[in-house]
């Protein structure tokens, strides 16, 4: 049957045309019933026996209408909802409303086990309808609903077994109609409650209108016509609002204001006005005299929201009034409160467009107010793990088995009359604190897909599996590159190789320089459903425990990835570069490899360390480092810049996966070499895909930091004397180099991880969509860059590899996925949020296991400051890579031996002017304020993990990372230490704290009592242990002799890790070393960890004075003996090695000296080779071992003598070659037999 429906339009042109529209309705379209006989179709979907309930005891399909799938759509995905005919009416309208849920209701059409059937009700001549005169869009699709299932009804009335079709709508006019017209319809909750499922009823959205008679909380959304207009004429700004990880009654917004970029802030719950974290909103600017500044504090709990609104409000009537001075309240001689400039601060007006997801978190357990075992439905509070996040109220028949879970909670709504957004809940994701649990919480939480990879996506992997092997008719149009001496180095346990390198030296004293990259895009062809699973992915995830890849493993780790010893395809980078690093030409070209070794960077640099090992690709390796330190330095001299962060890598147990320690990562020469080659090959690609394609090339940019950015760091540094200059990437550069504190060797590296934060993010773009000045890469100081090395586990990467397919092979025909500058553009949008996604899930996961690792822990550690709130500071501890708040006021730090007050008492006071927090106490008239925190400054902090029992139970549900300061000490703000005796030494004097009533100082008196007491008995244990120790020393020492004698002739060898005794004079008295030669093996870090080292009495690092690289991994060594040891003044003898070879040398001899002299080290030239000073090495250390010792024990003896700590008593001991000084009286005289256990040493060569 054929219909036509005519209709006139004019054109922007003023034509006016007339268009007739031809709708062809059909009687053949099936039913897809299985046992229907009458539609003659040859597959089916809906089941021949359809499921039962209650309410239908009969077999029956489902016929939902659009708003069942707008609001009930999670419950629409559960298994136990089958046999559904979705109408083309609901499709197209769902389609329209909501991309997101359209694209979900076409998953589970897809997903043959739920039996989901589109039926074609528009084309189909009996249930196509008119529109009526009068009728709305929306009456006229309920009423075509209504006839399409009173269609179906007939059809399938006579089949054996019956089936019934029931109409599923919460319209109640709608349900109505369907009644009087003799159909069966019902609502969700209806249908759910008849089957018995008490988490599917906790998961139906509540759509029940409000009482009009309820109190309004916030001010009425305006309409989008209203919105719409109002940021036309200039009155409203749009933009997309941050809520603040630290405060969530703080929000803003990046817009432009009077033409200008800035920041719109949005304080308090009525003025973000039921806005969510990443909604799109309308804000309204406030009065000027309403404007704020930034930091705000710290928000601890919801029940002190009250007081926090309360001080906002207070604070923007004080920054109305005339005087700039504000004192405190409980203060008439109070330091002032500098006042910075405020800024803009507006009002939420309007919603645009929400940004509503699901939510992963737990319920509070003290909004469960209903009888044990009991499944009445109740309104619980969920508090989301995201802190950003508002709590949300459900209704819930499961309360109490909810507590202590990780639960799945979403928004349906946010009334005006409701405090806050009302929610669903989805289901139950495991038990708190359990690690998978949480794991899969963090990939949920930052919208990483981790599903399996489906059969269909599976289907387009080569058949052969891991049989593949390359063919002959692999080499068309491909380069033979398998006699090359290829290797590649990459992290230890690295299976996703992308990359491999070679090096070939020409005639003509150039050299042929080769990157090779996997070829994925043999195996993954544009647009089939593989491509687009890993264009949805975008990125490999890395976590401590495991990684979520990007493409299936056959590919990734198997026949894409670049192993040794296989033959693989691969995409080659090939340049002549000249001495200089510098390019002569460069090619491109498909190709076959056949890498010679997978190195790990360890590896590859003990190959250019060791000048033993000579082979061709070895000395392929060293040909690479020269030349990719030259590539280095162009770079650096062009304003590249050298950033940190600080990483850690855990060490996990092999079957629990748990973390038994934890360690910054280290950074090698031939981590750098692998760097600049890889970028090397990212801009001689982008140059090359931008020639070929100048409008929708994928490149990768880096904007300019605003100036702004840097404010609080140039502040923060200008009183240490230095200046950071930004203006561009090269000042910045040489500003970092320059700021070095010689006594502070840390401060570079922390500036370094600080200027990270400054800058911008980099991101993916379509060239086509910016201009050539905003192509640069800030960071890289390069005009162009790309992504073209890590194809395995980076889409952009394929997308890339594809264009330049395209640019070097004319003959190759490719779509419009590599032309069309708006599919491009949208493909970078998606990429960037998954590569950000993917970051935030890494940072995630490490806080996880950090979590783990500090699990019954009690830790103290050096920290540094590097953010300054108002009621708190965040401090980050370099040995572990993590950060953490300082709580600075009596509301919400602990002050031992007292209760808080209801009201927070502030201790420490933000001051903007100086960024820092400082003393509350009364001055004299003139005295300045007293800085206490400011940035970059050394503190000691303990770590724990702090349980929040808001969600109840003895495990916590919301474990966070605690820290409490230690030192300095400040009254009310610092703990005593719990690991050890620590004084109550403040960095500045003056901070005081009313000591309360006498009972309160005995009992402070008695606690330092019982500490000191404490203190002592640990003491006298550590002097036991020692004595013990040494004892079984000797012993052990006297028996390896005996081992060692009966074994003579074994000759040493220095390059293996060892053990032995070596018998030694020192000063005219034998001892005898028990030695641990490490032989400079990396594992000795990894395998014997900080226990063995604390075994040791003394230390001889050694390192290269030809080997620069050596040289700098003694930092990690000589840190590593300190943390153990517990000290910085251990007995350690620098031996600078292989001073025979003066003329490669690269480490000067001032170097070492002075970090000898930074080490409290002794230092020593030597040589292995000859023999040069190895004897006086050991005899030095011995004469270290033996001075530390006296010290000690002379100083064991002083903490408990009348004497102390005076001079005239110096620390000596009897031992031969020494004069004894007078023994000071104590009750512990030390005895000869004491000296004679100490005569074996244990020693450590590094």
Known sequence: ??????????????????????????????????????????????????????????????????????????????????????????????????????????????????????????????????????????????????????????????????????????????????????????????????????????????????????????????????????????????????????????????????????????????????????????????????????????????????????????????????????????????????????????????????????????????????????????????????????????????????????????????????????????????????????????????????????????????????????????????????????????????????????????????????????????????????????????????????????????????????????????????????????????????????????????????????DRMQDDITKGIRTLNMLAKKLKQRRLDMGALTLASPEVRFSLEHDTQDPVDVEMKELKETNALVEEFMLLANISVARKIYEKFPDSAMLRCHPTPPASSFEKLEKAVSRMGITIDHSTSKTLSDSLDNAVIPEEPYFNKLLRIMTTRCMMQAVYFCSGSMTEQEFRHYGLATDIYTHFTSPIRRYSDVMVHRQLHAAIDSDISYGNELTDKESMNELCGVLNHRNRMAQHASRSSVELFTHLFFKNKVEEEEGYVIRILKNAFIVLVPKYGIEGIVYASAKVAKVEGETTAAAPQPILVYNPETDSLQSTEPLAEGEAPKVQVQLFQKVVVQISIDDDLKGGGEGGMRQKLKMDLVKPYIEGVSIHSSVSKEEKAPVTSGLKRDAGAPEAKRGAKKKDEAEEREYQAKKQARREKRQLKAQLKEEKAHERIRAKEAKKGKKYDPTIEDSYCKHIEVDGREYTLDITDTAGQEEYRGHWNDKFMRAGDGFICVYSIASMGSFQELVGFRNQIWRAKESEHVPIVLAANKCDLEEERQVDTGVGQEFARLSNAFYIETSAKTGFNINEAMLELVREIVRTRERERFQDLADHSQYGEDPAYPVQAKIKGYQKSPTPPGPYPMEEEELEMEKGCCCTIM
Request: hydrophobic share 35%; glycine share 6%; net charge negative.
């Open 1 to 610: 049957m054929l219909r036509q429906k005519a209709f006139v339009k004019k054109t922007k042109s003023g034509k006016v045309l007339k268009v007739v529209k031809e709708h062809y309705l059909r009687d053949d379209i099936w039913c897809s019933a299985e046992a229907c006989k009458k539609c003659g179709h040859t597959e089916t979907v809906l089941s021949a026996i359809p499921s039962v309930n209650k309410l239908f005891p009969l077999p029956h399909y489902i016929i939902p209408d659009t708003n069942i799938f707008m609001n009930q759509i999670d419950v629409m995905e559960k298994p136990q909802i089958t046999n559904v005919i979705v109408l083309q009416t609901v499709l197209e309208e769902v389609k329209h409303l909501s991309l997101p849920i359209h694209k979900r209701v076409r998953d589970m059409i897809a997903n043959k086990e739920k039996h989901f059937y589109v039926f074609s009700n528009e084309h189909h001549r009996e249930t196509f309808i008119e529109k009526l005169k009068d009728e709305s869009p929306n009456d006229r699709n309920d009423r075509a609903i209504r006839v399409a299932t009173k269609w179906y009804g007939n059809h399938i009335k006579d089949l054996k077994p019956h089936i019934s079709v029931v109409m599923m709508t919460d319209d109640a006019a709608n349900r109505a109609k369907a009644i009087a017209d003799g159909l069966q319809a019902v609502s969700v909750k209806w249908y759910i409650e008849a089957l018995d499922n008490t988490e599917l009823l906790d998961m139906i959205t509540e759509t029940k209108e409000l009482d009009d008679g309820q109190q309004m909380i916030y001010a009425e959304h305006l309409s989008p016509a209203q919105l719409s207009n109002g940021i036309k004429s200039g009155k409203y700004y749009q933009g997309k609002i941050g809520i603040s990880s630290h405060n969530y009654l703080e929000g803003s917004i990046f817009t432009k204001i009077d033409g200008v970029d800035g920041t719109v802030l949005i304080l308090g719950r009525e003025h973000l006005n039921r806005a969510v974290d990443g909604d799109t909103i309308a804000v309204e600017l406030l009065p000027k005299s309403e404007w704020r500044t930034t930091p705000t504090g710290v928000v601890i709990d919801e029940e002190e929201e009250k007081e926090e609104e309360e001080s906002l409000k207070a604070e923007a009537e004080q920054q109305a009034a005339a005087s700039t001075d504000t004192v405190m309240a409980d203060a008439t001689k109070a330091a002032p409160v500098i006042l910075d400039t405020p800024q803009p601060t507006g009002k939420v007006v309007g919603i645009i467009r929400r940004n509503w997801r699901q939510y992963c978190g737990f319920i509070d357990k003290k909004s469960v107010h209903t009888p044990a075992g009991s499944t009445a439905p109740a309104n619980v509070m969920f508090y989301a793990m995201e802190s950003k996040i508002p709590k949300i109220k459900f209704r819930t028949r499961q309360a109490h088995a909810l507590i202590g879970k990780r639960i799945i909670v979403a928004i349906d709504s946010w009334p005006k009359t409701s405090k806050n957004p009302i929610g669903h809940f989805i289901r139950t994701l495991g038990d708190a604190g359990d690690k998978s649990t949480e794991t899969e919480v963090l990939l949920l939480e930052h919208d990483v897909p981790f599903h399996e990879f489906s059969k269909q996506v599976l289907s387009f992997l080569p058949v052969e599996g891991e049989n593949w092997v390359v063919q002959p008719e692999h080499f068309n149009g491909r380069e033979d590159f398998r006699e090359l001496n290829v290797c590649s180095i990459d992290p230890p346990g690295c299976t996703d190789i992308d990359d491999a390198l070679h090096v070939v030296s020409l005639p003509n004293g150039n050299y042929q320089v080769g990157v090779h990259i996997a070829d994925v895009t043999h195996f993954v062809k544009p647009n089939n459903v593989m491509d687009q699973e890993a264009a949805s992915r975008g990125t490999t995830v890395y976590l401590v425990d495991k990684r979520i890849d990007m493409l299936p493993g056959l590919l990734g780790t198997n026949l894409c990835s670049l192993r040794s010893n296989v033959e693989r395809l691969a995409f080659s980078c090939i340049w002549e570069l000249n001495d200089n690093a510098e390019i002569v030409s460069v090619r491109f070209t498909k190709s076959v490899i056949a890498s010679k070794a997978s190195l790990t960077y360890e590896e590859a640099q003990n190959r250019i360390d060791d």
